[in-house]
């Protein structure tokens, strides 16, 4: 047999941008915003993680506001959700119209010094994570912001000579970086251990989550 390299083990990730999201951007913008303003009415009220300071997180029944710009968005995520589901399961058409989707939708508004620790979502299948605004990145702090994936392979790391420290990517160690920019839209599988890094501007980021999971229509 001819010498061949290939990855015997994968993380799949989905990645798209929502058409025209400079207008759906800017009208979901002031409405987060300002339902930030209002404090505890539209703010989590158990959040699962030790929420740091500078951050807001929302209660998770976004993608059930009726405002034109959010369900557009949701539209987006789920035709985009769907797409990675079908192509990765080998799904018929039929399969798709059987799939039902269950949800908890929220979003992050983080400020200076803000940053989410590293974490998973159990019981779910599907997270997303869409940017609706990146903030500011300072010259001086060129990982502000970043959403971090963190290498599932903990092994992988335990010894780490010349013989493997510079592999490339899909076989490289230690993490995966994701540098939003405005109408991006990232899909990973939920297991996958994941932070966001201290934001240094001086304006806000601000984005949207999902984590979903699935069951057949007619399943026993």
């Not at 940053?115 to 500011?136: K, L, N, Q």
């Amino acid at each position: 047999m001819p010498f061949e390299l290939y990855p015997a083990f994968s993380v799949p990730f989905a990645q798209d941008f929502l058409p025209n999201h400079q207008a759906i951007n800017a009208q979901l913008k002031a409405l987060l915003l300002a339902r930030e303003a209002e404090g505890a009415r539209y703010a989590n009220p158990n959040p699962s993680l030790t929420l740091q300071q500078g951050v807001f997180e929302s209660e998770f029944v976004l993608f059930s506001w009726p405002e034109n710009c959010v369900q557009l968005l949701r539209q987006f995520c789920w035709n985009t959700l769907g797409r990675t589901i079908q192509e990765l399961n080998g799904y018929s058409a039929a399969d798709m119209a059987r799939l039902q989707i269950f949800s908890h939708t929220w979003y992050h508004i983080t400020r200076q010094g803000g940053f989410t620790i590293t974490h998973t979502h159990p019981m779910a299948s599907w997270s997303g994570v869409y940017c609706v605004d990146p903030g500011e990145t300072p010259e001086d702090r060129p990982e502000s912001g970043v959403l971090r994936f963190h290498n599932p392979h903990y092994y992988s790391n335990q010894f780490v000579d010349a013989g493997n420290q510079r592999m490339q990517s899909p076989f490289h160690h230690g993490t995966w970086n994701i540098r939003f920019s405005p109408g991006q839209l990232i899909l990973f599988p939920s297991w996958l251990p994941h932070e966001v890094l201290p934001f240094y501007g001086r304006d806000e980021r601000i984005t949207i989550a999902f984590n979903c999971w699935f069951s057949m229509k007619d399943a026993a």
